[in-house]
Structure formats: structure tokens, C-alpha cells
């Protein structure tokens, strides 16, 4: 084993409460890359590269170059001097291989340099596409306000010594370990070199930035995957990201195939033959060659409800979506339909599990909420619903199957907002259905088109319900025409 083999195996990622478990740099990455790989195979939608703007084997390439690459910042003096506090072992081989842990620690400064922030400099450095490594950058769920180029000369670059320390040795070593975790995450990920990466759109880094947190916060729970013993440095376990998988045990993504609903599937879905209206409805729906936002204005008790769902399960088959958001104004609304949502939720579960959430700041209070199962059941259940812990954090519920709501968990996607790739990731992957657009006020129409911008930029098809005679309203046709200016 050479130098930069040594350093490599000796780079911290992460530590337990004692010096006796850490997790090495290049396993976390490891893990990182096979989690994503599962992810790509059993979690998404077979239209979501798309929604990237990629073809799928490329999409999955680079997700899973960007997984095996994002934690390459914390291959930088100030961070791995900082971890080493608590694993001297592997500091003093660090130090034993060729890094000069000189550098005066001072917690405000080494919080200039993050290392989701480090990392995109450090990509940028090596020359991978600035609209990739912004992804890198991003992975802790705020990009960087700006970056600088670590080719500057040495005065130029601020906070440099928590980069290389103040060892101009270090220089040398340190680039050549970046250069090596980023050839090991070309190959692993199947490009030949880094000209092969693709470059992608604003739209596509925020999903690309969602599913990249979503595969590090899998990959650093610890129940999923252990840290290991300090003596540990090359672990050959191929089967930790299996056995992760099996072990979160998500339910198999929703596919529904009926682009065409008869009235006998109408009635036997809902109970009752659709009214004109409705079926005239999901006939220009069914008609549709390229389905976007759709508004249906009816009067009370014409059934928007129904209509709304019937044409989901249309728009999902067509577009190949996985789920359907259910957005209303309050969570009496919200509550109040849950019931029909569920309902209807069953009928889609007859033969998989899938998963559902109430996504609103009372959803705890809902008792027909809290008594639905928890996790795929052991034995066989009279429901095919059911809760999943690892959705039950609010920035993640929308990742769920099946989502009723308050329609500002919709609208958050216009905010800068910690995280809100989780939310894009979630949204882009299903039909929206919007009720009552009609009692949004102005503010919440700001919000609204920025939303439906983003959505149409993801081909997320939309469907907005509104009460009679609201469809003139400004507030209501103005933001839903923004669904085809995208992002």
C-alpha cells in the first residue's frame, strides 16, 4: 500500500460516541453509491430521468457518480484535524502517511469552509462541470451563495489553510488524493472520464439535489448501515447496501396502467356511475397527447372529488407518475377528505402495499391518521395502506405515495427553503391535484405560480379543482397559466 493508499483508507468520515467506531470516508461513499443505485432501480418512476432531462442510463450514472463523489470535501486538513479529536488512531496515520496536521483550529473559521461547500470547490478544481458540482454543494440543503477557485494563488483563496493546513506539502498530496476519489467515482459510476458527465438544467439539479440527500441521509443512519471498528480500514462487506434495503423495507412504487376508465371501473372504484360531467371530463383527459394543468370548474356536489382521482389515476399512467398529491386550503378540508382519499388509496393497494401520510402541523391529531399500520405488516392485512416511519418527518412526507395536505406544502416550493429539494423530488414524482384554487388570496397566488413553474418544468401534470364561476377570476387563471412558462 503506497501513500496515497494509506491516506485514503485512513480518511474519516464519521465517528460514534467513543473512539472505538468510525466509518471511513471511502466506505460512506460506497454506501452512498449503492443506496443510490437502489434507489434509481426500485424507488423511482421510470419518468423521472426524464423530469431530468437525461435518458435513464445516463440519469443513473451520474447519480450515482455524484453519490460516490459528495463527501470528497471532507478530505480537507480542518476537517478530518477536527474528526482525528476523536480517533487518534487514524489522525496519527494520517499524520504517519504524509499529512501535516499543522493548522491553528478556530471553530468560526473552519466554519467558513462546510464541506458540502469544499466539495463543489474541490470538483470545480478538477474540472468537473460547474452545473454538476453545484449538486455536491447542495447536499446539506442550501447551496453555496458563492465559490471560489482553489487555482487562485494562495492569498487569493480565503480560509486556505482549511483546505492544506499550513504545510505547502500537504498541496501536493491533498490534490492527488481528490483526483483519486473522483477517478474511483467516474469508473464506479461508468464514465470514462470527466468529459463524459453530462450538463444539466436548473430543474434537474434540484431533483438531482433531492435524491442525493435523500441517499446520504440513508446512508448515514446507522441502523441501516453500522459504523465499524477503529482496526476496521478495508472492510469487505458488498452487501451492506442490501442489506439496508432490505431493512428499510419501502413499499413497491404505485403503477397504475388505466389511461381509459370506464363506467363500470368508475363505478366499482367509487360506488356509483359517473354523472356527465364527469365522464366528459376524464374523456378530454384520457384524449390528452401531452398532459399538463387541467382546471375543472363545477358547482358543489358535481363530484371534483372523484373526477379528480379517477383522472390521477389516468394522468399517472400516461406520464408515468408514482403518486398523487391532494392539496386543500385548511386542514378541516384536508381532514375532512381524508377519509375519500384513503378510500380511494385502497382500492389502488389490493395487491401491494403503498405507502399514504396526512402532511399538515395537526396531522398527529387525526385518529383515522394514527390507527392506520405502521410498516408492511408480518402477516397478511386486510389493508394494503400504510404509514412508513422514514416518511413521517414533515420534509419528507410528500415522498410518500399517497399525500392529502394543506396546499402550502405545495406552495413551498417557491420558498428558499432548507431542504426543499426532499420536497421537488416528492412533487415532481406525482399527479398534483389542487381543490378549491378558488379560496386563495392573492399572496397565496404568488406563491402558487412559482410553484406550478417549477412543476411544469418537471412535466408534473396538474390539476387544479375550482368552485362555479371562479374560473374568471384573476387569481385563479393567471397562476395556472405559469405551469407552461417552467423554470
Given at each position: 500500500m503506497n501513500f496515497t493508499e494509506q491516506i485514503l483508507y485512513s480518511l474519516m468520515a464519521k465517528t460514534g460516541k467513543n473512539s472505538s467506531e468510525w466509518l471511513p470516508l471511502l466506505q460512506h461513499l460506497q454506501d452512498t453509491a449503492d443506496i443510490m443505485s437502489c434507489l434509481c432501480d426500485e424507488f423511482l418512476s421510470p419518468s423521472f430521468a426524464k423530469a431530468c432531462g437525461l435518458e435513464e442510463n445516463e440519469f443513473k450514472k451520474l447519480a450515482i457518480f455524484l453519490a460516490a463523489v459528495h463527501d470528497i470535501g471532507k478530505a480537507i486538513v480542518v476537517f478530518q484535524y477536527k474528526i482525528g479529536?476523536?480517533?487518534?488512531?487514524?489522525k496519527s496515520a494520517l499524520e504517519a502517511s504524509g499529512i501535516n496536521f499543522d493548522v491553528s483550529y478556530d471553530k468560526e473559521k473552519a466554519k467558513q469552509t462546510p464541506h458540502a461547500f469544499a466539495g463543489e470547490e474541490i470538483l470545480n478544481l478538477l474540472g468537473c462541470p460547474e452545473c454538476v458540482s453545484t449538486v455536491v454543494g447542495s447536499h446539506h440543503g442550501v447551496p453555496a451563495e458563492s465559490v471560489q477557485d482553489l487555482s487562485w494563488p494562495q492569498e487569493d483563496i480565503a480560509f486556505y489553510e482549511n483546505y492544506y493546513g499550513r504545510d505547502k506539502e500537504n498541496i501536493e498530496v491533498l490534490q492527488d488524493i481528490w483526483q483519486t476519489i473522483f477517478d474511483m467515482?467516474?469508473?464506479?459510476?461508468?464514465?470514462?472520464?470527466?468529459?463524459?458527465?453530462?450538463?444539466?438544467?436548473?430543474?434537474?439539479?434540484?431533483?438531482?439535489?433531492?435524491?442525493?440527500?435523500?441517499?446520504?441521509?440513508?446512508?448515514?443512519?446507522?441502523?441501516?448501515?453500522?459504523?465499524?471498528?477503529?482496526?476496521?480500514?478495508?472492510?469487505?462487506?458488498?452487501?451492506?447496501a442490501e442489506r439496508a434495503w432490505a431493512k428499510l423495507d419501502f413499499p413497491q412504487m404505485w403503477n397504475t396502467e388505466r389511461s381509459v376508465i370506464s363506467n363500470e371501473d368508475f363505478k366499482e372504484t367509487f360506488g356509483f356511475e359517473p354523472r356527465s360531467v364527469q365522464s366528459e371530463v376524464l374523456k378530454i383527459v384520457e384524449n390528452s397527447e401531452n398532459p399538463g394543468i387541467y382546471i375543472f370548474e363545477a358547482p358543489m356536489g358535481c363530484g371534483k372529488t372523484?373526477?379528480?382521482?379517477?383522472?390521477?389515476?389516468?394522468?399517472?399512467?400516461?406520464?408515468?407518475?408514482?403518486?398523487?398529491?391532494f392539496g386543500l386550503p385548511t386542514q378541516a378540508t384536508a381532514n375532512g377528505i381524508f377519509p375519500r382519499i384513503l378510500s380511494w388509496a385502497e382500492k389502488q393497494s389490493t395487491e401491494l402495499y403503498h405507502s399514504v401520510q396526512l402532511?399538515?402541523?395537526?396531522?398527529?391529531?387525526?385518529?383515522?391518521?394514527?390507527?392506520?399500520?405502521?410498516?408492511?405488516p408480518q402477516e397478511e392485512s386486510d389493508s394494503g395502506l400504510i404509514i412508513h416511519n422514514w416518511f413521517c418527518d414533515s420534509k419528507?412526507?410528500?415522498?410518500?405515495?399517497f399525500v392529502t395536505a394543506t396546499v402550502d406544502q405545495m406552495l413551498m416550493l417557491a420558498l428558499k427553503r432548507k431542504h426543499v429539494m426532499l420536497l421537488h423530488l416528492g412533487?415532481?414524482?406525482?399527479?398534483?391535484?389542487?381543490?378549491?384554487?378558488?379560496?386563495?388570496?392573492?399572496?397565496?397566488?404568488?406563491?402558487?405560480?412559482?410553484?406550478?413553474?417549477?412543476?411544469?418544468?418537471?412535466?408534473?401534470?396538474?390539476?387544479?379543482?375550482?368552485?362555479?364561476?371562479?374560473?374568471?377570476?384573476?387569481?385563479?387563471?393567471?397562476?395556472?397559466?405559469?405551469?407552461?412558462?417552467?423554470?
Amino acid at each position: 500500500m503506497n501513500f496515497t493508499e494509506q491516506i485514503l483508507y485512513s480518511l474519516m468520515a464519521k465517528t460514534g460516541k467513543n473512539s472505538s467506531e468510525w466509518l471511513p470516508l471511502l466506505q460512506h461513499l460506497q454506501d452512498t453509491a449503492d443506496i443510490m443505485s437502489c434507489l434509481c432501480d426500485e424507488f423511482l418512476s421510470p419518468s423521472f430521468a426524464k423530469a431530468c432531462g437525461l435518458e435513464e442510463n445516463e440519469f443513473k450514472k451520474l447519480a450515482i457518480f455524484l453519490a460516490a463523489v459528495h463527501d470528497i470535501g471532507k478530505a480537507i486538513v480542518v476537517f478530518q484535524y477536527k474528526i482525528g479529536d476523536k480517533l487518534p488512531e487514524r489522525k496519527s496515520a494520517l499524520e504517519a502517511s504524509g499529512i501535516n496536521f499543522d493548522v491553528s483550529y478556530d471553530k468560526e473559521k473552519a466554519k467558513q469552509t462546510p464541506h458540502a461547500f469544499a466539495g463543489e470547490e474541490i470538483l470545480n478544481l478538477l474540472g468537473c462541470p460547474e452545473c454538476v458540482s453545484t449538486v455536491v454543494g447542495s447536499h446539506h440543503g442550501v447551496p453555496a451563495e458563492s465559490v471560489q477557485d482553489l487555482s487562485w494563488p494562495q492569498e487569493d483563496i480565503a480560509f486556505y489553510e482549511n483546505y492544506y493546513g499550513r504545510d505547502k506539502e500537504n498541496i501536493e498530496v491533498l490534490q492527488d488524493i481528490w483526483q483519486t476519489i473522483f477517478d474511483m467515482a467516474l469508473d464506479y459510476a461508468g464514465f470514462l472520464d470527466v468529459s463524459e458527465l453530462p450538463d444539466i438544467d436548473r430543474s434537474s439539479q434540484m431533483l438531482l439535489s433531492g435524491m442525493l440527500i435523500m441517499a446520504d441521509w440513508l446512508a448515514s443512519n446507522t441502523e441501516l448501515f453500522p459504523l465499524l471498528s477503529v482496526e476496521d480500514l478495508k472492510p469487505d462487506d458488498k452487501l451492506r447496501a442490501e442489506r439496508a434495503w432490505a431493512k428499510l423495507d419501502f413499499p413497491q412504487m404505485w403503477n397504475t396502467e388505466r389511461s381509459v376508465i370506464s363506467n363500470e371501473d368508475f363505478k366499482e372504484t367509487f360506488g356509483f356511475e359517473p354523472r356527465s360531467v364527469q365522464s366528459e371530463v376524464l374523456k378530454i383527459v384520457e384524449n390528452s397527447e401531452n398532459p399538463g394543468i387541467y382546471i375543472f370548474e363545477a358547482p358543489m356536489g358535481c363530484g371534483k372529488t372523484e373526477t379528480s382521482l379517477a383522472a390521477s389515476e389516468i394522468l399517472a399512467s400516461k406520464c408515468g407518475k408514482n403518486g398523487v398529491f391532494f392539496g386543500l386550503p385548511t386542514q378541516a378540508t384536508a381532514n375532512g377528505i381524508f377519509p375519500r382519499i384513503l378510500s380511494w388509496a385502497e382500492k389502488q393497494s389490493t395487491e401491494l402495499y403503498h405507502s399514504v401520510q396526512l402532511n399538515h402541523g395537526s396531522a398527529a391529531l387525526n385518529s383515522l391518521f394514527q390507527n392506520i399500520q405502521r410498516g408492511i405488516p408480518q402477516e397478511e392485512s386486510d389493508s394494503g395502506l400504510i404509514i412508513h416511519n422514514w416518511f413521517c418527518d414533515s420534509k419528507k412526507a410528500c415522498l410518500a405515495d399517497f399525500v392529502t395536505a394543506t396546499v402550502d406544502q405545495m406552495l413551498m416550493l417557491a420558498l428558499k427553503r432548507k431542504h426543499v429539494m426532499l420536497l421537488h423530488l416528492g412533487l415532481s414524482e406525482k399527479v398534483v391535484v389542487i381543490d378549491e384554487v378558488h379560496a386563495y388570496d392573492a399572496y397565496m397566488s404568488e406563491y402558487l405560480e412559482m410553484a406550478l413553474q417549477w412543476l411544469g418544468s418537471y412535466n408534473t401534470p396538474c390539476y387544479p379543482a375550482v368552485g362555479n364561476a371562479a374560473l374568471s377570476k384573476t387569481n385563479v387563471t393567471c397562476p395556472c397559466l405559469s405551469w407552461n412558462k417552467k423554470v
